[in-house]
């Protein structure tokens, strides 16, 4: 099999390392995710945010191979079939993202996250691979001895980030997620088969972790992208209300199954299968189509997403008063237009957490230069990692401007 380049705007060419990732790459399943949007409706915001899960996947992959090749080089043995399999299980890791990633997370497949579902459909290409996948799987669900695959795979300190960051801050023009991935694997070793920095890299790791917070409170979190990803969920949930109720929407296939309550934890082939085809489109079809629907808070909400007028969203350090939330539901209950029942698809608040770094969650560990182990935050200035290990709540009010 011939294998192939992919110019990437990033990284330059990328190489396609082994016939077998280079068969996989072809699956549709793989080339689905092409048709699936890295940051949701970040667009909305940042207009140059349109790349997609199949770039990202690339990306993950070739970083993969510039920090097995720097491993190498430091003395770290990893053999052929070690080497494709962990290529492989970062190429592989978001095959379970559904349409706008992670904006419609649990909507189709509800009790299960993208990452149980990467790995069903995982397994299901090892089968149809005659069990090529075995150690890539074991990598992916955290089993293989060597436990600094799976780190490289699935940690604070993984492939994944050091792509998505990189990718995300490249496309959407916000500097201050750019880092530099490069520096951070020259960085990184293994100890006793466990992923480790050495300390001359603490800071480099600490803008790392910086960066990705700024990225979600500039990017990721910003209100009004956050506002269309809550207006994207209210209109499945009013489809889902509608079909129960007899209502005719036009859906693909796809998302009939999942929408019409045919989906059952069960019937794990035939949700899978399904599962496979939904992407983007499916979505974005559904809401043109919803535009000119007979049901008023259908059409109104599928207007709101593809003509971009968002309802108006306050983001605050403390809860909205209940005195503010009533003002806004009577002027609401005003309307002709509307039922007083619909004003939850309207009228909406929440809160939103994020932390830059947990120290109970896959820690980073620390090699200094005399051998001994420790943990990042033991090595570095409190006052840095303050804000990055603190979890911040903010709250969001949505209503109609």
Not at 38 to 48: D, I, K
Not at 133 to 161: C, G, W
Request: hydrophobic share 40%.
């Amino acid at each position: 099999m011939r294998l192939k380049y992919y110019n990437d705007p990033i990284y330059g060419f990328i190489s396609i390392p082994t016939p077998l990732i280079s068969a996989l790459i072809q699956e549709p399943v793989v080339q689905r995710l092409r048709r699936i949007h890295q940051m949701g409706l970040s667009y909305y915001v940042y207009t140059g945010a349109t790349h997609s899960r199949f770039e990202h996947a690339l990306g993950a992959m070739y970083l993969m191979s510039k920090t097995l090749d720097c491993l190498q080089q430091k003395g770290t043995l990893i053999t052929d079939h070690e080497r494709e399999a962990a290529q492989i299980a970062i190429l592989l890791h978001d095959l379970g993202h559904g349409p706008f990633s992670h904006a419609l997370e649990g909507i189709f497949s509800e009790g299960f996250s993208h990452e149980e579902i990467s790995l069903s459909m995982m397994e299901k290409l090892n089968a149809q691979y005659e069990g090529k996948l075995e150690t890539a799987i074991e990598m992916f669900k955290a089993v293989y001895h060597r436990p600094f695959f799976n780190q490289l795979i699935a940690s604070q300190l993984d492939m994944d980030r050091l792509d998505y960051l990189k990718r995300d801050s490249f496309y959407s023009g916000v500097t201050e997620g750019n880092i530099n991935s490069e520096r951070i694997i020259a960085m990184l070793c293994v100890h006793n088969d466990v992923l480790m920095v050495e300390e001359k890299g603490i800071y480099s790791i600490e803008k790392f972790l910086l960066a990705r917070r700024l990225m979600y409170w500039s990017v990721y979190l910003h209100k009004t992208s956050f506002a269309a990803e809550e207006v994207l969920k209210r209109i499945f949930k009013r489809a889902k209300y509608l079909i129960s109720n007899s209502l005719e929407v036009e859906l693909s296939p796809a998302l009939h199954y999942f929408l019409s309550g045919a989906y059952s934890k069960d019937q794990v082939e035939q949700a899978l299968n399904h599962f496979s085809f939904l992407d983007d489109i499916d979505v974005m079809s559904m809401i043109k189509s919803g535009v000119t629907h007979a049901d008023f808070v259908f059409s109104t909400l599928c207007t709101s997403i593809l003509d971009r007028k968002l309802p108006k969203i306050r983001v605050t350090q403390s809860p909205p008063s209940t005195k503010k939330i009533e003002e806004k539901m009577e002027l609401f209950s005003q309307s002709k237009m509307f039922q007083s029942s619909d004003a939850d698809y309207f009228i909406f608040d929440g809160q939103i957490e994020n932390r830059g770094y947990n120290r109970q969650q896959s820690p980073i560990h620390v090699l200094d230069n005399k051998g001994a182990v420790r943990e990042l935050s033991a090595l570095t200035d409190d006052s840095n990692l303050a804000a990055l290990t603190k979890p911040v709540t903010k709250y969001y009010f949505c209503y109609p401007k």
